[in-house]
């Protein structure tokens, strides 16, 4: 048990702290959507991911003239069941919270859907190849939160990355090994056809996350603040003989 001080919350909690801002209207949000899903079953049927629905339009319940590109949004707010929905919201919030105290609930939530709907989009791009194995995905429904959630374990990871995460809640794993070993799994289980399904939008969401940090990084005007006020730091910096070094080995100077 650990003592946490953040803008949310000062108490005494397990793992990562409080349950935050974006995580409370996240994890509520994911919840109310099961309770339809459960009271009205056709829900997940309409705003699953079918990738067949956008590309072709065609459909027993969609009309041909019909583009339903929202369920590349909409399908990460559904669940398959109640495990399926417990474990990405402890998932959720075990790497979650700690990222948006750092980055700020503004950023954090604009990363948990970009990555969500991007791996969404990557699902529907990966069923367009010429191989028996994307093409089932086609006419699959596609649910859950899992691909922002492997943008999260990323982030977590580039962030942390000797931060050791407990794999199957026995092994130590540093948090970088433990993504490798993800992604690795994720695509090599894209490339069959009885797993492909869900882990192509696993691997989109690795994907979708890497670009999204890397280019915020190479921002062009953030780039030039950035030198600008290194400039004005070394320049006082010389006036009493202190020499600076180079960036940190951080992979990005978001973090601290």
Same mark, same amino acid.
């Given at each position: 048990?650990?003592?946490?001080?953040?803008?949310?919350?000062?108490?005494?909690?397990?793992?990562?702290?409080?349950?935050?801002?974006?995580?409370?209207?996240?994890?509520?949000?994911?919840?109310?959507?099961?309770?339809?899903?459960?009271?009205?079953?056709?829900?997940?049927?309409?705003?699953?991911?079918? *990738?067949?629905?956008?590309?072709?339009?065609?459909?027993?319940?969609?009309?041909?003239?019909?583009?339903?590109?929202?369920?590349?949004?909409?399908?990460?707010?559904?669940?398959?069941?109640?495990?399926?929905?417990?474990?990405?919201?402890?998932?959720?919030?075990?790497?979650?919270?700690?990222?948006?105290?750092?980055?700020?609930?503004?950023?954090?939530?604009?990363?948990?859907?970009?990555?969500?709907?991007?791996?969404?989009?990557?699902?529907?791009?990966?069923?367009?190849?010429?191989?028996?194995?994307?093409?089932?995905?086609?006419?699959?429904?596609?649910?859950?939160?899992?691909?922002?959630?492997?943008?999260?374990?990323?982030?977590?990871?580039?962030?942390? *990355?000797?931060?050791?995460?407990?794999?199957?809640?026995?092994? *130590?794993? *540093?948090?970088?090994?433990?993504?490798?070993?993800?992604?690795?799994?994720?695509?090599?289980?894209?490339?069959?056809?009885?797993?492909?399904?869900?882990?192509?939008?696993?691997?989109?969401?690795?994907?979708?996350?890497?670009?999204?940090?890397?280019?915020?990084?190479?921002?062009?005007?953030?780039?030039?603040?950035?030198?600008?006020?290194?400039?004005?730091?070394?320049?006082?910096?010389?006036?009493?003989?202190?020499?600076?070094?180079?960036?940190?080995?951080?992979?990005?100077?978001?973090?601290?």
């Amino acid at each position: 048990m650990r003592r946490y001080s953040s803008p949310y919350a000062s108490s005494f909690s397990f793992g990562p702290g409080p349950i935050s801002t974006a995580l409370k209207a996240l994890i509520g949000l994911n919840v109310l959507m099961f309770v339809v899903q459960v009271v009205l079953p056709a829900t997940t049927e309409l705003f699953g991911l079918h *990738p067949a629905w956008i590309v072709h339009a065609r459909s027993t319940i969609a009309p041909e003239h019909s583009l339903w590109v929202w369920q590349v949004a909409t399908y990460m707010f559904l669940h398959g069941g109640i495990f399926h929905i417990v474990f990405n919201m402890l998932a959720l919030w075990m790497f979650g919270a700690e990222l948006e105290r750092m980055w700020g609930t503004r950023y954090f939530l604009k990363f948990y859907l970009a990555t969500g709907i991007g791996a969404g989009v990557l699902t529907v791009l990966f069923s367009l190849l010429p191989f028996a194995f994307a093409r089932q995905l086609q006419y699959a429904n596609v649910i859950g939160a899992s691909g922002a959630i492997y943008g999260l374990l990323l982030a977590y990871a580039l962030y942390f *990355p000797d931060r050791p995460i407990y794999m199957y809640f026995v092994f *130590p794993i *540093p948090a970088k090994i433990f993504v490798a070993i993800m992604g690795g799994i994720a695509f090599l289980s894209s490339l069959s056809e009885a797993g492909g399904i869900a882990n192509a939008t696993h691997l989109g969401g690795l994907l979708v996350g890497y670009i999204f940090l890397k280019s915020a990084r190479m921002d062009p005007i953030a780039e030039l603040k950035y030198r600008f006020y290194k400039w004005k730091i070394n320049r006082v910096r010389k006036k009493f003989d202190v020499y600076s070094g180079g960036r940190a080995d951080d992979w990005d100077r978001r973090v601290h």
